[in-house]
C-alpha cells in the first residue's frame, strides 16, 4: 500500500472500522446509514460496502448524492428533511454512523434503525445533545460513540483495506501549498484528505 494512501487510513479508516467490528457489525448483508459525508463518512461508506452492507447515505441536502452513489458507491441517499423517504427508511437500518461534529437532533436518526439498532457518535461535539427517551426506550435502541482505535484494530483495519482494494479519496500536496490547503479546509473544500508530501517538497532548496 502506497505511503499517501495508508496515512489517511490511520485516522478515518481505523475511525470507522474499530466500532464496526467492536460491537459486532462486521459481517455481511447489514444495512447501515452514515450520516455525514466528509473525511471521515466516505471511509464509513467504503469500509461498510467492503464489508458486504447495503449502505444508506443521510446528508441534511440533495447535493452530494451524485458523490455517494456514484463514485463512493453507496446503494442509497437520504435527505433529512424529506419526511417522506424519513418515513420510507424508519426502523430498517442495523448501524448509523453519525460523523456530523456540529449540534443536531438525534430523534429524525434514531427513528431510522430497527430493533436493537445502534447509533454510533462520531462528531466531537460541545453543546448537550437532546433526545426522548421513548424513541429510545421502544426499540431497545443504542447511543453509543467510539473514537479512533486500537494498535490491533488498526493493523486489522490495514490488512482489511488492502485485501479489499479500499483508499481514501485523497489530494496529495507540497509544503508550499500548505497555506492554502488550510484556507480550503476552513471552506471544506477537499474531497476528502489533504496529504502532505514532504519528501517531494525539496525543503533543502527552499
Known amino acids: 500500500m502506497a505511503p499517501e494512501q495508508a496515512a489517511p487510513l490511520l485516522c478515518a479508516g481505523v475511525t470507522v472500522y474499530s466500532p464496526l467490528t467492536h460491537f459486532g457489525l462486521n459481517h455481511s448483508g447489514l444495512k447501515g446509514g452514515i450520516l455525514g459525508l466528509g473525511g471521515v463518512g466516505h471511509m464509513g461508506v467504503k469500509v461498510a460496502k467492503a464489508m458486504g452492507h447495503h449502505v444508506t447515505v443521510i446528508s441534511s441536502s440533495d447535493k452530494k448524492r451524485e458523490e455517494a452513489m456514484e463514485h463512493l458507491g453507496a446503494d442509497d441517499y437520504l435527505v433529512s428533511s424529506d419526511s417522506t423517504r424519513m418515513q420510507e427508511v424508519a426502523d430498517?437500518?442495523?448501524?448509523?454512523?453519525?460523523?456530523?461534529?456540529?449540534?443536531?437532533?438525534?430523534?429524525?436518526?434514531?427513528?431510522?434503525?430497527?430493533?436493537?439498532?445502534?447509533?454510533?457518535?462520531?462528531?466531537?461535539?460541545?453543546?448537550?445533545?437532546?433526545?426522548?427517551?421513548?424513541?429510545?426506550?421502544?426499540?431497545?435502541?443504542?447511543?453509543?460513540?467510539?473514537?479512533?482505535?486500537?494498535?490491533?484494530?488498526?493493523?486489522?483495519?490495514?490488512?482489511?483495506?488492502k485485501e479489499k482494494g479500499v483508499k481514501s479519496v485523497i489530494e496529495t500536496v507540497k509544503m508550499d501549498y500548505i497555506n492554502t490547503a488550510f484556507e480550503r479546509l476552513e471552506k471544506n473544500d477537499v474531497r476528502y484528505r489533504f496529504v502532505v508530501d514532504v519528501a517531494g517538497s525539496k525543503l533543502d532548496e527552499q
Open 92 to 161: 430498517s437500518l442495523d448501524y448509523i454512523i453519525d460523523t456530523v461534529p456540529v449540534f443536531h437532533p438525534l430523534e429524525p436518526y434514531l427513528s431510522l434503525l430497527k430493533l436493537e439498532g445502534k447509533l454510533i457518535l462520531m462528531g466531537v461535539i460541545n453543546t448537550p445533545l437532546q433526545f426522548l427517551t421513548p424513541v429510545v426506550m421502544l426499540g431497545r435502541k443504542t447511543i453509543t460513540g467510539s473514537f479512533i482505535g486500537s494498535m490491533k484494530e488498526t493493523d486489522e483495519m490495514l490488512e482489511f483495506c
